[in-house]
């Protein structure tokens, strides 16, 4: 321990960068396999960066991600960086649902200090595995006073991304993350760290939401559309429990006739009811070709349907008006 370098804690949840095989040329491998000190001592002068204490949270595939590991890392994540001698938090993370955990951590974690995701596209034994220099990368980032501010971060491939902006757009390649709308927030390289912009998306600090005592949150389902999609999703997702509904909606967040039938039928019900896109790119405009007015829908503003699901999931744990949940669309 050195006393004049920063306090970094790893929290590691698993994923490829925690991934074995057992060749370094093939394409089938098991995600998270190693722990935490493993994947520290394979980043040759990550100790030099910072003091560094690692905690395995999880070890999952991101596709296992759960609202549990989720609520579990808010809770450390808020009572570790109360602490003085906290400065930041690197989440080692499967990257198939890496945005969604930054997202929920940017809206449930109350501190200005640095909170860093990364992970790796190719697992840890993989013939140029990127996982070494992406925790590298990631804990310079948690450790530097520039970051502070910048709410959570996703740090992948040089780049660092704000948690509201980025997604997952490769299945396989390194350079799979991007945030297309707004654009990186900064660069990192070898640990040397620039920031371009700050994020535009209200998050920790100024984030009006909070899951201290929460044990669940409430149903959000997510129903894909496509041309002649059978209306009764809406109607079976409500049966399921579900509270709120976001439609990974045809361009500006359509669905056809027949589903906004059965939407209208959920919404009077008081069902919250978002429209999201399948389009990549773009924000769903209100009242654009739903009448959002009278079907008493939200629209997603620029948030993809993976991420509008967590912000509806936490809008929902408290009473607000159909007019207050836009606003928070509209902000967060
Ligand atoms: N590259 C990866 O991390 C993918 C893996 N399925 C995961 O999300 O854990």
Redesign the pocket.
Known sequence: QNKDLPHVVILAT????A?TAEGSNQAGYT??QLGINTMIDAAPGIKELANITGEQISN??????SIDIWLKLAKKANELLASDDVDGIVIT??????EETAYFLSLVVDSNKPIVTT?????ATALSAEGPLNLYNAVAVAASPKSKGHGVTVVMNDQIHAAHDVTKFNTTAVQ?FMSPIEGQIGSVIYGDIEYFRKPYSTHTTKSVFSVKGVKSLPRVDIIYAYADMPADFVTSSIKKGAKGIVIAGVGNGNMNAATLKEVKKATDKGIVVVRSTRVPLGDVLRNAEVNDDEYKTIVSDELNPAKARVLLMLTLLKDRSLNEIQEIFFNY
């Open positions: 698993g994923g490829t960068i991934g995600a998270g999952v595939g991101s596709q296992d991600m993370h499967g990257t198939d649902t890496q992970g790796a596209m190719r697992p799979s």
